[in-house]
């Protein structure tokens, strides 16, 4: 987690129209860049990953979040104002666009499956049918 992606979550979080709006915003497009991240051939050193996003969190949002509480609130309906809001949409492409808007569904449903193999419940509801819907579009 460098300096520069740190200011362009920041500049998504601050282009919300309100407090709560923010703080779903950061917490989806943290866990969007989070999630990219781990699509690497390279091994990845979790300890040390999640010690830094769970740094700039603390910092950002307080106490009582981490990268953990990220991917569960982006596994449930809560999350849903943010991936179908346009601005949202707009606002992560422009400011993390190393993290293409066609791969969100997929970085979602990978996310679902991990909160999957963790609950040991399918996946259902809003998201996982949204999900299914932006990945029909595609073509995928």
Known sequence: MNEALQDKLL???REAHSRAEATDWFRVG???VYLAGLMTKETIDFKKVDRAFNRF???TLGKGHSIASVLQF???EKVMPTVQSARFQDAFGRHCPEVPAESIPFLLEL???VAKNISGLDP???LAD???QRKAAQGL
């Open 74 to 76: 982006m596994s449930g």
């Open 30 to 32: 943290l866990g969007l």
């Open 111 to 113: 996310n679902l499956g």
């Open 124 to 126: 259902s509801g809003p």
């Open 130 to 132: 949204w999900v299914a």
């Open 57 to 59: 969190i603390y910092h």
């Open 11 to 13: 500049l998504l979080m």
